[in-house]
């Protein structure tokens, strides 16, 4: 439950110095992606951060963005950040069950209504009044619903809670949607993968922390310093994409000297994400890093946009004629066609929905 | 599967040449200017290689350029900092890992000694008091007679 120290006081108790906090600080910076002459800021801040009670729902999912946000070894900048929320209520993770599990929620709500985040994973099903996916006998619907009334503000983890990801893949039998499609008068964050970036997750949990309000937003309501630019361009193989130096199967020439993979679908160029910045595993490497071109998979409806393996330019994602000039077009593309891209995907989007 | 081997897959390890971002040409003219508003102002600059796409072979291209000076420093906590001064008096690389030696972040900073290495104002007062206490205890002590 909620108490009233500081993180920085968090942080003395288990003996880091305050050097060690700097640090703390100047690894926080880079994982929210703000500029080092930020870190000071950052400091002055933490030191004042209290714990927020936090109350995490999991809908229609796979488990996948807990499993994220939980695989880092500790003691790591996300271990800290996340051990400092009061994580109230949260199925996977906590040791209550059942009735006591519920109360806990009820009782985190009451006590901290209007003040708590609430954190989503997992779309929720509208068919059929909402009965296809219920918790202690409530529907996820009416869960959301009652929460969301009392929150601050909800962060939707996960393709599925941001835009109803596999779930809500052709033919959707349940109806699933994402979060916003339900709430509309609350400010959402949308922090979408397969599963997202744990220090994503974690970025977005440490702005809030430090700042006391959510980071900018793009249109699709994803945090610009980690959603404002495309795989493509922070990946470390646009060089070869600018030469048009492509592998054209998985075991050329090409693809041992680590070209560009967009003939095999890379799907880097129409993604915004972080992947090729905050990479995976404890910053070990990212799919690209590993041979495998980008699925797409924080974008809206990645799951029906034709084959992961087919061009970029063969496929639903944008008309091939734009895209096939893109790939001759080489240095003079950039952050331009990139937006455009993403017009064309939202465009594309609302299509399929309609 | 009995064993890795089996997998037909084949691993090349070692830095290739190939993954290079051209990413090193751009950046040692920004620590250039960097260096110049340090001399003509004092202002100074942090640069976070995290936030760029860099590749390994990147990083050691401009570990080369850049040499070893001087001052060479390791600060301990929160697990390892590595502080390196460059040939280049003024730029540092400041490497920060985990307590499991995992990377957190590299910065370059064009200072005249990073911040880290300067002890923080708030600890001179524990620092004082803490040395006053062992002071004290040392003279309190009994003293051993020499034979
Ligand atoms: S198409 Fe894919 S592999 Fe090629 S440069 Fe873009 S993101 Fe990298």
Known sequence: ?354 | MDNLESIAVRVEDGLDESLRTDNVWPLLRQIEQALQSLQESGSETVIDLGAMPFSAQDEQDLRERLGRGEVNATVEAFGPTLVQETAFAGVWLVEYLDAEQRRLTLHLQIARIPDLLITPADDLADSLASLRRANRDFSAAPTEDVQ
């Open chain 1, 1 to 354: 439950m909620t108490d009233n120290k500081t993180l920085a006081e968090r942080l003395r108790e288990r003996g880091v110095s305050r050097r060690g906090f700097m640090k703390f600080c100047a690894a926080t910076a880079s994982m929210m992606a703000l500029p080092p002459l930020m870190i000071p800021r950052i400091a002055a801040a933490l030191e004042q951060a209290r714990r927020p009670s936090v109350i995490w729902l999991s809908f229609q999912e796979c488990t996948g963005c807990t499993e994220s946000l939980t695989r880092s070894h500790a003691p790591t900048i996300e271990g800290l950040i996340f051990d400092h929320i009061s994580l109230d209520y949260h199925h996977t993770l906590q040791a209550a069950a059942g009735d006591a599990a519920e109360h806990a929620r009820e009782a985190a709500m009451q006590e901290n209504e209007g003040e708590y985040l609430l954190v989503v994973d997992g779309s929720i099903p509208l068919k059929d009044d909402g009965i296809y996916s219920t918790i202690a006998g409530i529907t996820n619907l009416s869960m959301l619903e009652d929460v969301a009334a009392g929150a601050a503000a909800i962060i939707s983890v996960g393709t599925c809670a941001a835009f109803g990801g596999i779930p809500h893949a052709n033919p959707n039998p349940t109806g699933a949607v994402g979060v916003s499609e339900i709430i509309t008068d609350k400010p959402i964050v949308n922090v979408p993968g397969c599963p997202p970036i744990p220090t994503v997750i974690t970025g977005v949990l440490a702005h809030y922390l430090t700042f006391g309000r959510l980071p900018e937003l793009d249109s699709l309501n994803r945090p610009m310093v980690f959603f404002g630019q495309t795989i493509h361009d922070r990946c470390y193989r646009r060089p070869f994409y600018e030469r048009g130096q492509f592998a054209d199967t998985f075991d050329d020439e090409g693809a041992r000297k680590g070209w560009c993979l967009f003939k095999l679908g890379c799907k880097g160029p129409t993604t915004y994400n972080a992947c090729a910045t905050a990479k995976w595993n404890d910053s070990v490497s990212f799919p690209i890093q590993a041979g495998h071109g980008c699925i797409g998979c924080s974008e809206p409806n990645f799951w029906d946009k034709g084959a992961f393996y087919e061009p970029l330019s063969a496929g639903r994602w944008g008309t091939p004629a734009a895209l096939g000039a893109a790939v001759v077009a080489g240095a003079a593309i950039g952050l331009g066609s990139a937006a455009l891209a993403r017009k064309r995907q939202a465009e594309a989007s609302e299509e399929k929905d309609i």
